[in-house]
């Protein structure tokens, strides 16, 4: 991608976070665009995003940072995108594409639909990368490589419009998968909506304990909780819209769960070490496989410090 | 500590994987001990230890291993503890401290105690330090550094003994904390078991669904599932012992959190938004304290490549 053809003309971010900054990040590393605006709701996101450098102008509206871009990104908190299209709705011009970066995609066609005017493209989109902070400072221009991006276009959507957003995002350094929006919120909820609940819930278990104090849980929590606190560090807000917005599916897979961990309780109350052992063979598998697709490194992390354990075990 | 003034003449490792193997590094390291000799069930690790250098003896029985030791240490999963001791019981000299490095600890007093020779000093132990890896090529020296290290004597035990044991750790690098044997179970159940447990379910969950295919799972882990697939990944011989032997303390705290996770289920099928911000917002506080704590790092890891991210936001 040369920096001389610029894909889109004008860019819009609404939303200056993790997410709304690292697209910024990576727009300016490809020259993606001819001119980013950026939109967020304070006035110190928008000083800092000028300031880091990930836009080029900062709109006190979205409607203005809307105005005459050819592609529209809103990365805002899924219960917000709604309000945001709605406020966007008129500055939209002819032939744009208006994407988002939402964890959860039925809920965003229902809400994001009605304020998309005839002759706009409306592609909901949701790149699978993030970390555990937020704001302006946590983006970074490398985010999305070799991560995937999942694009939900309605049916009838131009077939044209999809390649551009395909290539915007192949240009972020992401690999683009369409899928249906029902389909993406059911694997979503097993593979990130769950694992978030669960560690959310055994954090506030933890602490919350009688026999055990929270000072406790905190001096020996690299046994294992530490790993659970990382994803309940998450943003509280981007989660609770994400838990709102695909309940059913959710409620699907927290089903499945705790109906096998009731089997796996019975296994421990009757002493049942066969199937303990068979379960956890099984799933050491399941890592083996996520390391070769690529998905995670296999240096030891428990340890924390995995460069020098790997020198040092090989003297 | 000095090489020439080791604290013991002769170490025994009785299991020679991470935990063994580790203590032998870390022994060697120090200069903690003049002879360190090795037992493990299978030819290969022995050969592997003696090669690596952490044993300067292999044995093929426990208890030549043990014969003439000063300090002997259990490092075989909690449900080989008993018969380990059973089998080193005649060899164990008089003034010998006897220890392991069991998970689970009031299983260890009942399932070793019985062969405990008098004059022996037997102090049950647990390092609060591992990777998901085992085997003789897994361990390091650093692995202890900065970790706790809680020992469980029964009352009764000479304070000369604990005294040599917790020099002994703190040797290896650790820091030594002495409780009561059922409040660590109880301790450990929290913030050690039941997050491998949940974790083996998720993973088990994950990997079992109509509706999502493995191969989706593993291809989307990065949003959140990969994070749980590394603790499901530990061994699951040690786990399955783990839950055998700590059967009670497991069960209660796996009651709170059901209770737990039952009441977000119902916040979330009724849309309480709130509750559901309050316990995320508490649990983002516990991740703070336990980076304060120096039990884990605050690096943006769930993007993987902290260091790199880290220098291009700052740009
Ligand atoms: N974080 C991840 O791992 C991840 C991954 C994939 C997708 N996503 C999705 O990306 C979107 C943004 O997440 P993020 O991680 O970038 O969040 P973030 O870092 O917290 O940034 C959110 C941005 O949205 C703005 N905002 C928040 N609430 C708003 C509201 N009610 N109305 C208008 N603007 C509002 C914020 O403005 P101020 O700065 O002024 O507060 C901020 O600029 C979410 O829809 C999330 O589901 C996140
Ligand atoms: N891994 C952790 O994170 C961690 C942390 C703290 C404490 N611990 C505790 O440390 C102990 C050892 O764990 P590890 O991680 O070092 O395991 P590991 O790497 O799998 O090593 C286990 C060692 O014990 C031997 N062994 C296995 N089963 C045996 C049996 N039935 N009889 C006699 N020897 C047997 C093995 O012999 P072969 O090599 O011949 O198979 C191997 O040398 C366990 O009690 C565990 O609870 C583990």
Not at 142 to 153: H, M
Not at 235 to 255: H, Q
Request: aromatic share 6%.
């Amino acid at each position: 991608m040369s920096k001389s053809e610029p894909l889109f003309g004008r860019i819009a971010l609404i939303g200056l976070g993790l997410i709304g900054g690292s697209i910024g990040h990576a727009v300016k590393r490809a020259g993606l665009a001819g001119h980013v605006a950026g939109f967020a709701r304070s006035k110190e996101t928008r000083a800092r995003a000028l300031e880091i450098g990930f836009i080029d102008s900062a709109h006190e509206s979205a409607a203005e940072a809307a105005q005459d871009a050819d592609l529209v990104i809103l990365c805002v908190p899924v219960g917000a995108l709604g309000p945001s299209a709605k406020e966007i709705e008129p500055a939209l011009k002819k032939g744009a594409i208006l994407t988002d970066v939402g964890s959860v995609k039925t809920a965003v066609v229902r809400d994001v639909g009605p304020y998309v005017p005839s002759g706009v493209h409306f592609i909901p989109g949701h790149p699978i990368a993030g970390t555990e902070e937020s704001g302006p400072d946590a983006g970074f221009a490398e985010l999305f490589d070799n991560r995937w991006c999942i694009l939900t276009p309605v049916p009838g959507t131009e077939a044209e419009a999809i390649k551009a957003l395909t290539a915007f995002w192949e240009g972020c350094g992401s690999n683009v998968d369409v899928m249906e929006s029902k389909h993406h919120d059911l694997v979503f909820a097993i593979v990130s909506h769950l694992p978030h609940l669960i560690a959310y819930n055994i954090v506030g278990t933890a602490t919350d304990l009688e026999k055990v104090t929270q000072s406790e849980v905190i001096k020996y929590a690299a046994s294992g909780f530490r790993d659970f606190t990382r994803l309940a560090a998450s943003d509280p807000t981007m989660w609770r819209d994400v838990f709102l917005n695909n309940r059913e599916a959710v409620l699907e897979m927290l089903g499945r769960f705790s109906e096998d961990l009731a089997a796996l309780q019975r296994a421990i109350r009757w002493g049942d070490g066969d199937m303990l052992f068979d379960l956890f063979t099984r799933t050491r598998a399941v890592r083996r496989s996520i390391i070769d697709a690529g998905q995670d490194t296999d240096a030891p992390n428990f340890g924390r410090n995995p460069t020098h354990a790997k020198s040092v075990s090989k003297k």
